[in-house]
Structure formats: C-alpha cells, structure tokens
C-alpha cells in the first residue's frame, strides 16, 4: 500500500522557520522524483520545490528560491521542505508528491499558518 504522510506543519510568525517531512512507503522510494506542492484557501494547487530521485538536481518556485530548500534521505525514505524567513503568504497546505513515469503519488496534507 502506497502511503505518503506528511509532517512538521504548525503555527509559526513570520520570518521564522519549519522543516516539514513527507515520510513514504510501498514503493521504490529511490526511483520517484519527489516534490512538494501547496494550496492556500481558495487557490489553486501550486508548485514549491522538486528534487531528483538521487537528490542531485532542484529546483524551486521564484517566490519560495533562495529561502526553502528540498533535500531527500533515501536510505529512510523520506524527502523534507526546510521552509525558512516564512511570509504570511506561505500560509497553506503543504502536499508532498511522488512521481515515475506515469505513476503519481500524493500525500494528504499537513498546513503551515505563518502569523504574528
């Protein structure tokens, strides 16, 4: 069973930070592009940061480069969102996204509120 379950959102203020985890199973971790996608109330599902199945290549949304960074451990199955100096308009639900070939995999969800 293919399962994806995201941790580590919370209540921050801004200019803080969080480190949100996406810890998956029942699939070949190591082959899957990991990603990270967010929906805020009443927007649609963006992207925020992509990393290689061996974690060599990134790359990021202009509006979250230079201050999230996505790294991946794929001997404990797990890729990770460092979120730092947080705007209130990062405020939304974080999704974690696998995907090889065709096949795609998404978590449920964890939220992040950045407020003062």
């Known amino acids: 069973q293919v399962q994806l379950v995201e941790s580590g959102g919370g209540l921050v203020q801004p200019g803080e930070s969080l480190r949100l985890s996406c810890a998956a199973s029942g699939f070949r971790f190591s082959t899957y592009t990991m990603s990270w996608y967010r929906q805020a109330p009443g927007k649609e599902r963006e992207f925020v940061a992509i990393?290689?199945?061996?974690?060599?290549?990134?790359n990021y949304a202009d509006s979250v480069k230079g201050r999230f960074t996505i790294s991946r451990d794929n001997a404990k199955n797990t890729v990770y969102l460092q979120m730092n100096s947080l705007k209130p308009e990062d405020m939304a639900k974080y999704y974690c996204?696998?995907?090889?070939?065709?096949?795609?995999?998404w978590g449920q969800g964890t939220q992040v509120t950045v407020s003062s």
């Open positions: 996204k696998a995907n090889f070939i065709s096949l795609v995999y």
């Open positions: 990393i290689s199945s061996t974690g060599g290549s990134t």
